[in-house]
């Protein structure tokens, strides 16, 4: 089975940046989207960015524009979220996810149907 790997996390101050990977473990694998959703203690899973395979279209969530930018590097099968100017609040595990079968939701967990394992991002202030 594929899986989505996740890289790229750990801790840094308030202002400082990370940079995210999701490498499928198969080159072969194809997706229409991937995605990054993260998760914070006692709250929902909620929708960071995401970013069309073929043709690189992007979204954001309100709360991460301008901060954040989603690109891929489609010969690697890696998906990026470049985060800068982090604050405390982007605390959370960050999920990657992949729309394999086609859903048209960009914005949604259920659009989804692969998922990497997470990785943790902290913030400190």
């Known amino acids: 089975q594929v899986q989505l790997v996740e890289s790229g996390g750990g801790l840094v101050q308030a202002g400082g940046s990370l940079r995210l990977s999701c490498t499928a473990s198969?080159?072969?694998?194809?997706?229409?989207?991937r995605a990054w959703f993260r998760q914070a203690p006692g709250k929902e899973r909620e929708f960071v960015a995401a970013?069309?395979?073929?043709?690189?279209?992007?979204y954001y969530a309100d709360s991460v524009k301008g901060r954040f930018s989603i690109s891929r590097e489609q010969a690697k099968n890696t998906a990026y979220l470049q985060m800068n100017s982090l604050k405390p609040w982007d605390t959370a595990v960050y999920y990657c996810a992949a729309q394999v079968r086609y859903s048209g939701d960009f914005y949604h967990p259920k659009g989804y149907d692969s998922w990497g394992q997470g990785t943790q991002v902290t913030v400190s202030s």
């Open positions: 970013i069309t395979w073929r043709g690189g279209s992007t």
């Open positions: 198969e080159r072969t694998f194809s997706n229409y989207a």
